[in-house]
């Protein structure tokens, strides 16, 4: 919703890194525990595990009770699936398997109110269960989510130069388990070709601008890696793992770093 939409916003405009873990238990509390640990957002997994379209609101409101954004990862890029997630309110929506200009662009224009998209208007959440003004509403909509565009092929990564050109993306994913997997690498993300196909990615966006987010581990030296490399988003997509009595100490870690490497004050 637009506070915390905006509250990304801010940071990623500011050039700051953000945090977030990804979540498929159907316990909204998690979320809420996450926020409040101090990140930035909550992955929100649509695509795998069992989260229904319950779950996933009920995440929605835990991350923004915990103090955190709001981003969901669709099955799919259907207009059908994403009506139902925008008007629940999500601060990102993330499209997977993006591999062309035209993906991208119908992955927007689900997102957009006519006459620049396809959106159908009746929002539940989003507008405050109707207290917030209609054409306040309509007016802000179409920009207050961010649209995340996941590259998981190598058409996709082809294809990179061009899909961060198209108007209304406002980050870009590069999902290195299902890339190792359809280059043929069985799912060896740490290949040297993946990291190099990485980094390409990073630049390219870093070229346009774009912010970019990435999957690390939980360890320092690969957090420390994709910030060098340039991430401006970092997601760490296991939670189990990532246990959160020690969360306080990689955000700090984290922003150590940024401001070490930029030779800045936080």
């Not at 506070?3 to 801010?10: L, Q």
């Not at 009920?58 to 008007?87: F, T």
């Not at 359809?182 to 990615?201: N, V």
Request: proline share 4%; net charge negative; hydrophobic share 40%.
């Amino acid at each position: 919703m637009e506070k915390y939409a905006t509250m990304i916003k801010e940071k990623l405009n500011e050039g700051k890194i953000l945090c977030g873990v990804a979540v498929s238990l159907s316990d909204s509390v998690v979320s809420e525990l996450i926020g409040i640990s101090g990140y930035d957002f909550i992955w929100i997994e649509g695509e795998h595990g069992a989260l229904d379209r319950k779950d996933i609101q009920q995440h929605m409101i835990a991350a923004h009770a915990g103090g955190a954004a709001s981003l969901v990862r669709l099955v799919n890029n259907d207009p059908d699936l994403v009506k139902p997630i925008m008007d629940m309110g999500t601060d990102i929506i993330c499209f997977p398997f993006i591999n062309t200009v035209q993906d991208a662009q119908k992955a927007v224009a689900a997102c957009t109110y006519p006459p620049n998209g396809i959106r159908g208007y009746n929002p539940q959440r989003a507008s405050y269960y109707g207290d917030m003004n209609y054409f306040d509403y309509v007016k802000n909509a179409n920009n207050e989510t961010l649209k995340m565009m996941l590259i998981e092929q190598k058409a996709g990564y082809d294809n990179l130069e061009e899909i961060v050109k198209v108007k209304g993306i406002d980050i870009i994913a590069l999902g290195p388990g299902d890339l190792s997997l359809d280059m043929g690498f069985s799912g060896y993300m740490d290949r040297i070709e993946i990291k190099d196909m990485i980094s390409h990615a990073a630049e390219i966006c870093k070229k346009y601008k774009m912010p970019f987010i990435i999957f690390p581990t939980i360890e320092k030296k690969s957090i420390e890696e994709w910030v060098n490399i340039g991430a401006n988003m970092l997601c760490f997509a296991k939670i189990l793992p990532l246990s959160l009595t020690l969360s306080i100490n990689y955000y700090l870690f984290i922003m150590r770093l940024y401001q070490f490497k930029n030779n800045i004050k936080l």
